[in-house]
């Protein structure tokens, strides 16, 4: 099954930069009184604080600006991939640290080790629709199991195997493989963002990866670690983490 649409790997991303910010509010009643209360929490209240940081984007530019991902509730800590650096537009709401030029010199060959948080979905036809409806792939892989037979052991085979294949078929795409035995699953979490009037609520399960991977195209790779791998963006999934493998 195919997934879902993704933009073209062959332009190059331009500058790139990544930070560890920190959430430390010098006033925390400030915070508070741009904050909707049912937004304080998981993902939505990561995507609308790290907007911040990036306040005097044009709107229009908005998309793909950056990728994040959440190393820790209290305090919050993200790691942000972005197209500038951040700037606490807030005063004295963020501490950014560690911001650097991220420019990794990619060949053919390499081998990296790598981290990766992603919702793993694909596209389910449906008949008599022009559109597909997405569907989340270990979900998909465990409505195909008997009911009599799902075992904890069968439903872990299913769920490891459905994850590694969209995982390889990313790398087709995204310029890289991996060798069987050389990536782990180390977690599969289920998520519900909150309902309000303005939204209705979301719902995802993202699974994360990590081990070693090699580098097949250097400018897709370098694009798919600018744009991201996956669904769920907006809420800190898609973001690859790499480091040289020994």
Request: hydrophobic fraction near 40%; proline fraction near 9%.
């Amino acid at each position: 099954m195919p997934d879902s649409p993704a933009p073209p790997l062959d332009a190059d991303p331009g500058p790139l930069y990544e930070s560890r910010v920190v959430l430390a509010p010098r006033n925390p009643q400030a915070l508070h009184a741009i904050l909707d209360p049912k937004a304080r929490q998981g993902g939505q209240f990561a995507h609308k604080m790290i907007w911040t940081l990036f306040a005097d984007t044009p709107e229009a530019r908005r998309p793909g600006l950056f990728l994040f991902h959440v190393e820790k509730e209290k305090p919050f800590t993200a790691i942000i991939r972005s197209r500038r650096p951040p700037v606490d537009g807030l005063g004295g709401v963020w501490r950014i640290e560690k911001v650097r030029p991220f420019d990794p010199q990619l060949v053919a060959g390499q081998r990296l080790r790598f981290r990766l948080r992603a919702v793993a979905s694909h596209w389910q036809p449906q008949p008599g629709a022009k559109r597909g409806k997405r569907e989340d792939v270990v979900v998909a892989a465990w409505r195909r199991i008997p009911a009599d037979e799902r075992t904890d052991e069968r439903l872990e085979e299913a769920a490891q195997a459905a994850c590694l294949d969209w995982l390889a078929r990313q790398g087709a795409r995204c310029g890289f493989s991996f060798a069987e035995g050389m990536v782990e699953l180390r977690e599969y979490e289920w998520s519900r963002t909150p309902t309000t009037k303005a939204r209705r609520q979301i719902s995802f399960g993202a699974v994360t990866f990590e081990g070693v991977l090699s580098v097949t195209d250097p400018a897709a790779l370098r694009r798919a670690l600018a744009d991201g791998l996956g669904n769920g963006r907006a809420f800190g999934n898609g973001l690859m983490q790499i480091a040289p493998a020994p």
